[in-house]
């Protein structure tokens, strides 16, 4: 396999990565974030763990053609199952799922969440659930990222076990992203004008006698507009 080239998100996600970490890619597909991380000298340990039988295998192969196998484990494992104590896993990736399965999956293996020292999660949707999770669960949310590739938009949620200086997040810091929210990046206001427009499109069709539809949408459309304010 020839030096990895990891996609604008991917690349996103691996800057996140503390040097010399001791990794689990959960849903690593082909495994190319660990295999990038280890052929550029950033880690030198990586658990590879993927549920599906095909992603497995292709992972499997990309990693032992690039003779990487002594550097990144490859598991077929379902979620934290693929992390083993005695390899003193601290930093876990889980990209590229919805926001709720990622909150399912840390639920399932929460235990497997003790010597944890940095989550780095890219939800492709219901980014709010998982902060929830995230809060609910004792970690601080330290860093985020948003950005567009390939005509669509990912955020990128760090989050670290809690610390003592805890800040309370708002209703609209769970929504929008605590940091996201205050920094209001040319493409964090691309995804929400994006969005008003969606909702203008949707009360165009909604019928006046769906009220409480219509105050839904509205009020969705007040939040935002206070945000981009």
Do not use: C
């Given at each position: 396999?020839?030096?990895?080239?990891?996609?604008?998100?991917?690349?996103?996600?691996?800057?996140?990565?503390?040097?010399?970490?001791?990794?689990?890619d959960?849903?690593?597909?082909?495994?190319?974030?660990?295999?990038?991380?280890?052929?550029?000298?950033?880690?030198?340990?990586?658990?590879?763990?993927?549920?599906?039988?095909?992603?497995?295998?292709?992972?499997?192969?990309?990693?032992?053609?690039?003779?990487?196998?002594?550097?990144?484990y490859?598991?077929?494992?379902?979620?934290?199952?693929?992390?083993?104590?005695?390899?003193?896993?601290?930093?876990?990736?889980?990209?590229?799922?919805?926001?709720?399965?990622?909150?399912?999956?840390?639920?399932?293996?929460?235990?497997?969440?003790?010597?944890?020292?940095?989550l780095?999660l890219?939800?492709?949707?219901?980014?709010?659930t998982?902060?929830?999770?995230?809060?609910?669960?004792?970690?601080?949310?330290?860093?985020?990222?948003?950005?567009?590739?390939?005509?669509?938009?990912?955020?990128?949620?760090?989050?670290?076990?809690?610390?003592?200086?805890?800040?309370?997040?708002?209703?609209?810091?769970?929504r929008?992203?605590?940091?996201?929210?205050?920094?209001?990046?040319?493409?964090?206001?691309?995804?929400?004008?994006?969005?008003?427009?969606?909702?203008?499109?949707?009360?165009?069709?909604?019928?006046?006698?769906?009220?409480?539809?219509?105050?839904?949408?509205?009020?969705?459309?007040?939040?935002?507009?206070?945000?981009?304010?």
């Amino acid at each position: 396999m020839d030096k990895i080239r990891l996609s604008a998100r991917l690349q996103a996600v691996a800057d996140f990565v503390p040097p010399e970490a001791r990794l689990a890619d959960i849903g690593s597909d082909h495994a190319f974030l660990p295999a990038y991380l280890v052929q550029t000298g950033k880690i030198n340990f990586a658990v590879a763990g993927e549920v599906v039988d095909g992603p497995f295998r292709i992972a499997k192969n990309h990693i032992e053609s690039a003779n990487l196998h002594n550097n990144i484990y490859v598991k077929k494992a379902n979620g934290l199952d693929a992390i083993d104590v005695s390899e003193q896993i601290d930093t876990v990736v889980i990209a590229g799922m919805g926001g709720i399965l990622i909150a399912d999956i840390l639920k399932t293996g929460q235990e497997k969440l003790d010597s944890i020292t940095r989550l780095i999660l890219q939800p492709n949707n219901h980014e709010d659930t998982l902060r929830h999770w995230l809060v609910e669960n004792h970690f601080t949310i330290v860093a985020e990222q948003i950005l567009l590739d390939a005509d669509k938009f990912y955020e990128i949620i760090v989050a670290e076990p809690e610390s003592t200086n805890l800040t309370k997040l708002s209703k609209a810091d769970f929504r929008f992203g605590p940091f996201l929210s205050r920094e209001k990046s040319v493409i964090f206001r691309q995804k929400w004008e994006k969005e008003l427009s969606t909702l203008d499109k949707i009360l165009l069709r909604l019928p006046e006698e769906q009220a409480e539809k219509r105050f839904e949408m509205l009020k969705k459309q007040a939040e935002i507009k206070e945000v981009l304010s």
